[in-house]
């Protein structure tokens, strides 16, 4: 099971600021173990971000981004106590959802 | 040179005889903190008396005993064996990477894999290379600013070869005395520093 | 897992599915691009994206270090001044791929993002960003080093 | 944060004299250090240990929220700047992590044979390195206060200086080869002067941390494995005499300083 995101979102002046923080190996699949094996790709492919229902920003990542990937985005629309919920698909179909209040 | 070899020998002795010595009360609780891995056995905790020497921060610092450094600087001096051909400078581009590489002896390394010099890890070298230390002096320009002379050379040869032959309680490993790179290897280095050819001379 | 998310999960598999069959070639749904992340070159992945060509423009700025202590995980952020910015990519020159990361922004979206990527090496990092139907680049070079004591 | 690397920068500038090169190589490595400084990884171990702390577990399925790490049962806040300290009921000088131990041992009936003998990331190790990771966050912006009066303390105190400077191995290193003068470097990064307040207030306060470099979550216990693992010594013992002396060490020596836990290092 996919460990939980660290999900920060602060709204000033009618733009919210987004850091996620995933918690994922982020795999390159150009890595060989301590016998000489490939240690097979495995990596965070999409990430969405929605606020009320509404898909405000979309991301896809390959395996150069770094283990524990971190993400910092703004959109303009949520107000303070809104929810904004991010939600992550790997590429083995493992996903994970978490959501924050906006402060 | 017979008398070299004999001096040699006793140094060698005398410096790895401390084992037998009976441990301090702090050895033993200290030495019973560790387990061996690897290649890295129990045996790494016994020190010569250079380490033991040097293990007092007045010594490390340059202090203690004058006459006991003079001394273990003498017995340094006796383990350093020349080239065994003569021959001192080999290629610098491979000392260059002998410089680059800190791997090498510690209990993640198997035995028989080449060890590094790791030489950048204190010394600025090729100025090229930005990512340096300096708990060692800088190296850049070492053969243009010293000369090819032979006293030059063999004073370069024995400092990488056991560095405590110079200064008792040198930061630099024992490179040569220690077997941590071999002859041709310190050769490579010694060109690196001062083959006119290498990049550290232009 | 709840039943939306079980959904998705199928929708996600037949989107997959499509893709994979040739049926669709770019799905709305952020399908994983991955003709784009196989790209080695600027080029590549600029025509995986559905550009023929950039313009380096002065208006994408990009925020990554002149030096990056470990290679590992190197700061790139993408700024804009450029209007309707719809996508924004970070690319690193001599990685194996160069695509590290691509951004599909929506009409609510402030034109930044900021993310980390791995540098096998000292390389360009190229920020391409597609603002009204056009794309344009802009270039900063990383520099990564050697560090610790195992360098 | 900021405050702290400009210090670290002063320090690298003042001992680089002379050397143009690295002075700017170190002030573009100090800049890259505050671009990565928000987003600490560590928060998503903190929050893995969060839960464990409060989850109960082991044979006598309970949880670590009564498990006292010094300054009373239950009590997290503050907890790891002033440890290691004596415990009277294991009548030992214990760090952060073999008092977890204890707790794991005596509260959830865990084998702390098995823990020690695991390696880091393994097993119920990895629950301890989690607890760390929640525990050390608590004692963010705090001083150090690392306790030197029980005899045991002094003791361990005094183990301590002399394992920093017992050189031995193939290289005839000891700590102090690398942390016993100002403004020194291994390649580009800086080396605290452990035997002075201010370097160890450098090396204390930024671990345990989130190591960029091995993309994982380092303790203190892991920090100095790793450092007799580079001294080329054998493996110390998971929280053996040795590694607990040489907490005590820096940690008085420390004292005074600023809990910066969890640090993000390269």
Redesign the interface.
């Known amino acids: 099971m996919a460990d939980p995101m660290r999900v920060r979102a602060q709204e000033n002046g009618g733009v919210v600021d987004v850091k996620v923080l995933m918690k994922h190996d982020m795999e390159t699949g150009q890595r060989k173990d301590a016998s000489g094996k490939t240690i097979p790709a495995h990596h965070i492919n999409t990430i969405t971000a929605t606020c009320k229902g509404k898909q405000v920003f979309e991301a896809q990542f390959g395996p150069a981004v770094s283990k524990d990937p971190f993400l910092n985005f703004k959109f303009k629309g949520g107000a303070k106590g809104d929810t904004v919920s991010i939600t992550w698909v790997d590429n083995k179909n493992d996903k994970r959802t978490d959501e924050a209040k906006i402060s | 040179m017979k008398k070299i070899h004999l001096l040699t020998s006793a140094a060698v002795a005398m410096i790895a005889s401390t084992s037998l010595m009976a441990q301090s009360a ?1 050895e033993k ?2 030495n ?6 690897g290649i ?3 045996d ?4 010569d008396d ?3 020497f ?4 007045a010594a ?1 610092a340059g202090k203690g005993d004058p006459k006991k450094r003079e001394a273990i600087e003498k017995a340094n001096m006796a383990t350093i064996k020349q080239p065994s051909d003569g021959k001192y400078l080999g290629d610098w581009k491979e000392g260059e990477k002998i410089a ?4 090498g ?4 390394d198997k035995a028989g894999t080449p060890n590094g010099g ?1 030489c ?3 010394h ?1 070298i090729n ?1 090229k290379e ?6 060692g002096p ?1 190296l850049w320009n070492y053969g243009k600013v010293r000369g090819n002379t032979d006293a030059v050379v063999q004073y370069t040869w024995g400092k990488i070869y056991n560095a ?1 032959a110079y200064n008792a309680c040198s ?1 630099m ?2 490179m040569g005395h ?1 077997k ?1 790179l071999t002859e041709q290897q310190i050769r490579d280095v010694m060109a690196l520093l001062l083959d006119p050819a290498s990049p550290v001379n232009q | 897992m709840n039943l939306k998310r079980r959904e998705a999960l199928r929708l996600t598999a037949v989107i997959g599915l499509m893709a994979a069959t040739g049926l669709i070639s770019h799905a709305e749904a952020a399908e994983w691009n991955k003709a784009a992340f196989d790209g080695k070159s600027l080029d590549d992945v600029l025509k995986s994206l559905g550009g023929s060509s950039a313009s380096k423009s002065t208006a994408v700025t990009i925020n990554a270090p002149d030096i990056a202590e470990n290679g590992a995980v190197v700061p790139v952020g993408v700024t804009t001044t450029l209007p309707k910015t719809q996508q924004i990519a970070i690319l690193v020159e001599k990685n194996p791929s160069a695509l590290a990361a691509q951004f599909l922004l929506t009409a609510d979206s402030e034109p930044f993002v900021a993310s980390r990527v791995k540098m096998g090496q000292t390389s360009n990092v190229h920020a391409l960003v597609k603002a009204d139907g056009k794309w344009y680049v802009t270039t900063k070079e990383v520099k990564v080093t050697l560090g610790g004591c195992g360098g | 944060m900021k405050k702290l690397i400009k210090s670290t920068l002063l320090v690298s500038l003042s001992m680089a004299a002379g050397f143009a090169f690295a002075q700017s190589a170190t002030d573009d490595i100090a800049k890259y250090r505050e671009m990565i400084a928000d987003g600490n990884p560590s928060e998503l171990y903190e929050a893995a240990g969060e839960d464990i702390w409060a989850k109960p577990m082991g044979p006598k399925n309970v949880s670590l929220q009564k498990c006292d790490l010094g300054k009373g049962p239950g009590v997290v806040k503050g907890a790891s700047a002033e440890l290691p300290r004596y415990f009277k009921d294991t009548n030992k000088v214990q760090d952060l992590e073999s008092r977890i131990i204890t707790c794991m041992e005596k509260l959830q009936g865990y084998d702390p044979k098995e823990i020690i003998s695991a390696g880091f990331e393994k097993g119920k190790r990895k629950d301890v390195e989690a607890v760390v990771a929640y525990v050390v966050t608590h004692s963010k912006g705090m001083k150090i206060k690392v306790p030197n009066k029980h005899p045991k303390e002094k003791e361990m105190y005094a183990m301590g200086e002399k394992a920093f400077f017992f050189q031995g191995g193939p290289m005839d290193f000891s700590c102090a080869s690398c942390h016993g003068e100002d403004g020194k470097r291994i390649r580009l990064q800086d080396l605290p002067n452990i035997t002075e307040q201010k370097g160890a207030a450098l090396g204390f306060g930024y671990w345990p941390a989130y190591r960029v470099s091995s993309g994982n979550f380092w303790t203190m216990q892991r920090r100095l494995n790793d450092c007799y693992r580079q001294q080329r010594f054998p493996e110390p013992i998971y929280t053996s005499d040795v590694t607990i002396a040489l907490s005590v060490y820096m940690g008085v020596k420390a004292n005074g300083g600023v809990m910066n836990t969890p640090g993000l290092k390269r």
Not at chain 2, 44 to 47: A, F, G, M, Q, Y
Not at chain 2, 54 to 57: A, D, F, K, L
Not at chain 2, 105 to 108: C, D, K
């Open positions: 702090f609780a200290h019973a903190s560790f387990k061996e891995n890295a056995k129990l790494r905790l016994e020190r250079t380490q033991k040097c293990s007092e921060p490390l680059q590489s800190g791997r002896a510690t209990w993640t790791g950048y890890n204190c600025q100025k930005i990512s340096h230390g300096n708990i800088s405590k930061n490993p024992r220690y941590l």
